[in-house]
């Protein structure tokens, strides 16, 4: 890690890579936001249960909210390039591209972390009793939502691929990976450890590349990126529209443990949940890899100053993507804000429970073949109540995740942070307060993706010189904003009623 100030103002600019778009934040050295830009780009489903992403636009979309952010879009004022002294990237994580090493054109469409298309195979691999040598190695379940099987997919499927990966002429890599590639001119094939664990192909306790996981899943070693840490200078800008020259990508790590790290919750026991496309709910762990009985996952949050700090993760794949659905399958709403006001119009959901179960279920259940379920419905149950179940059923996930994270933790969560786009619905925190018996926290800024990003990048060129330099910082930043408290208001017998029917409901789907 670099201990020179860096060239530029100090501003540094964070790229959040997202499912269904690209958010850019500029924050300063105080941790202030500055600038910020946005740019959605196209889903594409060539087939029930896939889902891809054309690399070249998602790459567009990455230079499009670059220069809203610098242009002043929205209320933010315009931001002179030659300030920014750091670029740090978060991205969705499992979604797995492969590009031709010499020009960088991408060989395929990027399969995305929701994609199924591989579920047959990883029930293959279980019926052959793989599963607990991933499970040992990885931390991780034999499931079609992690790189591993996508890649092995795009080997056997893409014609000539295989015999180009051997002769070295491919890379393959998360979106991570392929964005310090464009930025950086390809300079650097690098990924970061948070990236890395998210693949089934490297090893925990190794800390690399697993070369027996790697023969398992038939993916040539000379494919992959090289792991360095979250918090470094990983190359310089060259010939990115927008940008000067020169300025260092200096930090990264994926969505959920950028998230983690920037609520500042950097010691063991502490937690975040984020709910975007899907929720994810992330427990501190320290230095220890703990293992999870209760089928969490086990994953790298971050490694800074060759030191290494893990997390128990549960991910739940359909959270803020059901409203979507509400918003474009049904038509029940307009904007996906129009949910909490339609919810509100009932006091509560009529009976009706909502699975959001559109792409199988997550943690702790882990059934690819599972499908959303509305239940309870009846001639009384009107929009409201549906949009009202719907919400509930978000929470109700997350309700199982923390049950079976506080068990292989041993720890009871004494609050929960809280962020991401679904997080800025009030009637959602207070029904996830509730269903939990936890306090939530909510801050101003529920973007803490693209701050964790920021964070790390600031370590990695040396605006921060210390973790204790940076949590100073930190903390006078979230302080200065608006905190929302949500406190547990529910009787012990109504939770039990929703946990009942929530438990007969997702059964069923």
Not at 165 to 187: I, K, M, N, P, Y
Not at 253 to 267: I, P
Not at 291 to 308: A, C, K, M, Q
Request: charged share 20%; hydrophobic share 40%; aromatic share 6%.
């Amino acid at each position: 890690m670099t201990t020179t100030r860096p060239a530029g103002s100090g501003l540094v600019l964070a790229i959040d890579q997202g499912t269904t778009g690209t958010t850019v934040l500029v924050f300063d050295d105080r941790l202030a936001l500055r600038a910020r830009g946005y740019r959605e780009f196209a889903q594409h489903y060539p087939e029930p249960g896939w889902v891809e992403h054309d690399p070249e636009e998602i790459w567009a979309s990455v230079l499009g909210a670059i220069a809203d952010a610098l242009h002043g879009a929205g209320n933010s004022g315009a931001v002179e390039p030659a300030m920014i002294s750091a670029i740090g990237i978060t991205n969705q994580r499992e979604t797995t591209l492969v590009w031709d090493r010499k020009t960088g054109k991408p060989l395929h469409n990027a399969i995305v972390w929701q994609d199924r298309r591989t579920a047959m195979a990883c029930s293959k691999m279980k019926e052959f009793g793989w599963e607990d040598e991933f499970r040992r190695r990885t931390g991780l379940v034999l499931d079609p939502y992690f790189s591993g099987t996508k890649l092995a997919w795009l080997l056997e499927n893409v014609d000539g691929l295989r015999e180009r990966a051997e002769r070295g002429e491919v890379c393959f890599g998360t979106v991570d990976s392929f964005l310090v590639w464009r930025l950086t001119a390809g300079q650097a094939h690098v990924t970061d450890p948070s990236n890395a664990s998210r693949t089934l192909l490297y090893d925990l306790h190794e800390e690399r590349w697993s070369p027996s996981l790697c023969e398992q899943l038939g993916v040539p070693p000379q494919l992959l990126p090289e792991i360095r840490s979250s918090a470094e200078i990983y190359g310089l800008t060259k010939g990115v529209a927008g940008l000067p020259d020169g300025v260092a990508v200096a930090g990264m790590a994926g969505d959920q443990q950028a998230a983690l790290f920037g609520q500042g919750c950097w010691r063991t026991g502490e937690a975040k949940c984020t709910y975007g496309t899907g929720a994810f709910l992330l427990m501190n762990t320290g230095t220890t890899a703990v293992p999870s009985h209760n089928r969490l996952l086990t994953t790298v949050g971050w490694r800074i100053d060759r030191e290494t700090h893990y997390a128990l993760e549960g991910a739940t794949f359909v959270a803020g993507a059901m409203v979507q659905w509400l918003r474009d399958g049904l038509g029940i709403i307009s904007t996906a804000r129009e949910v909490e006001e339609l919810a509100a119009s009932v006091p509560d959901s009529g009976g009706v429970v909502a699975v959001p179960a559109l792409t199988g279920l997550g943690a702790p259940h882990w059934r690819p073949e599972a499908r959303g379920l509305l239940t309870g419905l009846t001639r009384g149950t009107t929009k409201g109540h549906i949009a009202r179940a719907v919400l509930e059923g978000i929470a109700l996930q997350i309700g199982d995740l923390l049950g079976a994270m506080q068990a292989d933790a041993g720890l009871s969560l004494t609050t929960l942070r809280v962020d991401g786009g679904a997080a800025a619905n009030d009637l959602l925190m207070q029904f996830q307060a509730d269903i939990l018996r936890v306090p939530i926290e909510r801050p101003q800024l529920v973007e803490a993706t693209a701050l964790g990003a920021a964070m790390l990048a600031a370590r990695g060129v040396g605006l921060f010189r210390s973790q204790e330099e940076l949590g100073t910082v930190w903390k006078a930043a979230i302080d200065s904003g608006v905190t929302r408290h949500f406190v547990p208001a529910m009787s012990t017998t109504d939770i039990e009623g929703f946990r009942a029917r929530w438990k007969s409901a997702i059964a069923k789907a």
